[in-house]
Each structure stands twice: as structure tokens, then as C-alpha cells.
């Protein structure tokens, strides 16, 4: 009874990457390397994904570790979880690399800059572990017809807004629109329903 | 959670970068109002967007990406080592050469110093070596000027006579472009600081006696006088005549005269 009083009963929960990433701010190279053997894989897969060429997704892989070695300073865990922090890092910079100056990468400059805003994580974020959420994510997006599957990859993967999908998937544009707004909602409520 | 109506459909598509240029401007002015509701739901839409990333097909990249960067990396982290500050702040090498250089400049200042000294010296010398020379070399012109008007031919010899038989002789020569030398030995040193002054008597009727130089007599008795520029000429000079008269000279003689010589 009275160790339990003297013991704080709501420790606040340091993930393993947040750790490591403020070890980054000292240079320890130790740290990044284990913050690379961790994530290397989603990363590069991601950036793989966009770019399609196996040796430009490795330059943005690398350019994508780099900055997060010279700017860790930039990622703040108390507002988010490391990984989607990350990703989206990867994703703004592969398609950036990807594209030319067009009006679609000078939007998403806009939007996101250099370095991805933040992005909280819901409480039921916190029941999965990553390998599980792929897993979830993975499963729960199959379930998606095709068309609309598709459309989410465009948005995701190849950066296009809602008139291109439309344009490319000759579709009414706010059939596009339900189609990505549903099946985003519905893999919402999924990873919900996983806890 | 309320969230603004018009907006509540197009967090999603806004993390994702989807809305189109209209659409996304009109939310990005309401979230720059500062709804907190709306802030709070684009930032979950993101999370919610970046899981989209597990559908990417799983790869691996090559053992040469992570060797490349951990090469980066190990590089950078011995650049900033290297950058950073010692303990001390400042490193050991800098400190000897901050010491080295204070050392240096302070024997400079003292040899600066020393240096300026030893000039003021030397141009004190200098100073006192020329004041030497020019005194000797305007001994070495009287003397030159008085050997000349002894020894010229055309210059007047004036010889001297005392009321007093034991008086040494005095003897004088005047040469007309050079002037007068008065010259006596065994002379007597007037009492106290008296001195003996030079009067010339005009041949003129009524003239008064015109004052000349004073001298003392040397430790010796030597007298010797040289009147470079008479005040008056010798042909309109009758004789010269010694006095003895207080230091200074005075402006007419006092009596009484102790030599006389007359001008012929």
C-alpha cells in the first residue's frame, strides 16, 4: 500500500523510436542505425512504390534518412508517433522527386513544406503494433471494391487530386470523391473495430 | 467531436492531398482562423492517410544504401565532434597560442619602451655633442678673429698706462674691419663680482665716454677682451679707457680709471 503510493501510476509511454530519435539530436550514429534497421523496409517500399525504379527509390531513401539524421529536431513526440511522421516524410519526398515543377507538386509543397506536419494518432492507434496495422491496413483495404481501391492508390501513391482521378478513371468527380472519402472511413472504422 | 459542416468531408482528401486547388484553399482560410475542432481532425486525417503507406508491396533495399549512409552519418557525427567545444570551452593549443601571443606582446611594448628611451637618450647626447661643437667652434672663430687682429699689420696698437706703477700693463690693437682685442696677464680680480668694462672717449669736444664690454680676469690673471663691432670708429676714437664697475656694467664710468691708452 504504501510502495504503491510513492510509485507514479500514470508513467508517460516512451515509444523505442522516440527514444532513439532524441538520441539523433546528440549524433549518436548508434541510434540511427537502429532507427534504419527498423524502418528501413516500409520506407524504402513505400518510396519504392511511387517511384517504380529500384535505383531512384534508394537516392530517395537515402535522402530521406539523411534528413532525418540532420533534422530529428524537426519531429516532436509529443504531438504524434514517430512512423507515420516518417512516412510521411518518405511519401512528400518521393513524390517530389518524381514529379517537375507541375501545379500538382507546387501544391503539395504548400500543403506539407519540407518536413510533414503533424499527425496525431487516435487512442486505438495505440492497441496495434506495426506489423499488425500493415497486416490490418492491408486486409481492411481489400475489402474495398476495385475502383475504389484504385483511387486511393492514385491519391496515395501517385499524388493526383481529385479531378485527375476522375480524369484518369473516367469517373464523375464526386464519385471519386465518395469512393476515397468512404474507403478511407471505412479503414477508420476498421482499425477502430481491431482494438 | 463538432466539426465545421462544410468542411467535415474534406479532411481525408486534404491529408491526402486529393482536393483540388478551390477546395483546398477555402479550408486552409478556415484552419488559419484557428479552429481547434478542425486543426485536431486534419491532424488525425494525416495519421490516418500514412497508413496507406502499409499498402505498398513489401521490399528491401540493398546492403549499399545502408552503407553509403552509415559512411554519411559516421562522417557528419566526427565533423560535429570535431566542431563542438572541449570542455575547457577552449582547446589546449589555443590557450598556448593566446599565451604565447600576450607573452610577445608585452616584451614588444617593453622593448618598444626601452627602445624609445635609448632614442631620447641618444638625441639628448646628440643635442649636447652640438651644443659642444658650435661652442667650440665659436671659441675656434674668436680665437681665429683674435689672432688675426693681433697679428695683422695694419691693426693700431694701443698701449695702456695705470696711475698705479704696480698695475700690470694692459695692451690693446684695434684693426678697423675686425674690431678690438684687449689682452693683460697678472691682472688683478676686482672685488666681490666687479667687473673691468671697456670705454671709448671720442675725439668729438664734449663727447661722452661710449660703454664697451666687461670682463673678469680668469684664475690666472689672464684678461683678455675682443669687441667685435666697436660702438664707434677708430678714427673718431681718442682713447680707451678700464673701469672698474659692478656686474653688469654701468653707463657712464666710475671713477677712477683704472687704465688708459690712447688711439694715435
Redesign the interface.
Known amino acids: 500500500m504504501f510502495l504503491s503510493a510513492l510509485i507514479p501510476t500514470a508513467i508517460p509511454e516512451v515509444s523505442p523510436d522516440a527514444t532513439l530519435v532524441h538520441r539523433l539530436l546528440q549524433?549518436?550514429?548508434s541510434a540511427?542505425?537502429q532507427l534504419?534497421d527498423r524502418h528501413?523496409?516500409?520506407v524504402?517500399?513505400?518510396v519504392?512504390?511511387v517511384q517504380q525504379q529500384a535505383g531512384t527509390?534508394?537516392e530517395v531513401?537515402?535522402a530521406v534518412?539523411?534528413q532525418l539524421?540532420?533534422n530529428a529536431s524537426q519531429y516532436d513526440s509529443s504531438r504524434?508517433?514517430f512512423?507515420?511522421?516518417l512516412?510521411?516524410l518518405?511519401?512528400n519526398r518521393a513524390l517530389d522527386t518524381l514529379r517537375l515543377k507541375s501545379?500538382r507538386q507546387r501544391?503539395?509543397e504548400d500543403?506539407?513544406d519540407e518536413l510533414?506536419?503533424?499527425?496525431?494518432?487516435?487512442e486505438y492507434?495505440k492497441a496495434l503494433d506495426e506489423k499488425r496495422?500493415?497486416e490490418r491496413?492491408?486486409t481492411l483495404?481489400s475489402f474495398l471494391n476495385p475502383q475504389q481501391h484504385k483511387a486511393?492508390?492514385l491519391?496515395?501513391?501517385e499524388?493526383?487530386?481529385?479531378?485527375e482521378?476522375a480524369a484518369a478513371l473516367k469517373e464523375p468527380l464526386g464519385t471519386v470523391?465518395s469512393w476515397?472519402?468512404n474507403g478511407?472511413?471505412r479503414?477508420?472504422q476498421g482499425?477502430q473495430a481491431s482494438t | 467531436m463538432k466539426y465545421c459542416d462544410q468542411f467535415r468531408?474534406m479532411f481525408?482528401?486534404?491529408a491526402?492531398?486529393?482536393?483540388?486547388?478551390d477546395e483546398?484553399a477555402a479550408l486552409e482560410v478556415h484552419l488559419a482562423t484557428g479552429c481547434k475542432d478542425c486543426a485536431?481532425a486534419v491532424?488525425?486525417?494525416?495519421?490516418?492517410?500514412?497508413?496507406?503507406?502499409?499498402?505498398?508491396?513489401?521490399?528491401?533495399?540493398?546492403g549499399?544504401?545502408?552503407g553509403?549512409?552509415?559512411q554519411?552519418?559516421?562522417a557528419?557525427?566526427q565533423a560535429?565532434?570535431r566542431s563542438s567545444p572541449s570542455k575547457a570551452g577552449i582547446p589546449f593549443w589555443m590557450w598556448a597560442g593566446v599565451a604565447a601571443l600576450i607573452l610577445v606582446t608585452i616584451y614588444s611594448a617593453w622593448k618598444a619602451q626601452r627602445l624609445q628611451r635609448d632614442i631620447h637618450d641618444v638625441n639628448q647626447r646628440a643635442a649636447a655633442i652640438l651644443k659642444q661643437r658650435r661652442e667650440l667652434e665659436a671659441q675656434l672663430e674668436i680665437a681665429k678673429r683674435e689672432a688675426t687682429i693681433l697679428t695683422d699689420p695694419a691693426s693700431v696698437r694701443i698701449s695702456f698706462s695705470s696711475q698705479d706703477p704696480a698695475t700690470p700693463q694692459l695692451e690693446a690693437k684695434w684693426h678697423s674691419q675686425l674690431g678690438i682685442v684687449l689682452t693683460g696677464q697678472k691682472i688683478p680680480a676686482p672685488s666681490g663680482n666687479r667687473v673691468l668694462q671697456l670705454w671709448l672717449i671720442p675725439k668729438a669736444p664734449g663727447g661722452k665716454p661710449i660703454p664697451s664690454l666687461t670682463r673678469r680676469p680668469d684664475a690666472h690673471g689672464k684678461f683678455v677682451l675682443l669687441v667685435s663691432n666697436p660702438p664707434e670708429l677708430l678714427a673718431a676714437t681718442k682713447a680707451l679707457a678700464i673701469t672698474e664697475e659692478p656686474a653688469g656694467g654701468s653707463t657712464q664710468p666710475t671713477p677712477p680709471i683704472r687704465w688708459v691708452g690712447g688711439v694715435t
Do not use: C, N
Not at chain 2, 491526402?16 to 486547388?21: F, I, M, P, Q
Not at chain 2, 491532424?43 to 540493398?62: H, K, N
Open positions: 549524433k549518436d550514429v540511427f542505425e534504419y528501413s523496409r516500409s524504402y517500399s513505400l519504392l512504390r527509390a534508394e531513401a537515402q534518412f539523411l539524421w540532420r504524434g508517433p512512423v507515420p511522421w512516412f510521411t518518405a511519401r501545379e501544391r503539395r500543403q506539407t510533414p506536419a503533424v499527425a496525431s494518432a487516435p492507434e496495422r500493415a491496413v492491408r483495404v486511393i492508390e491519391a496515395y501513391f499524388g493526383l487530386s481529385h479531378s482521378i470523391k476515397i472519402r478511407l472511413l479503414l477508420k482499425l | 468531408e481525408e482528401a486534404y491526402l492531398g486529393a482536393l483540388d486547388a483546398r485536431k491532424e488525425e486525417a494525416r495519421w490516418l492517410v500514412s497508413q496507406l503507406a502499409y499498402l505498398a508491396p513489401e521490399a528491401a533495399p540493398s549499399m544504401l545502408k553509403r549512409l552509415m554519411t552519418v559516421r557528419e557525427a560535429a565532434k
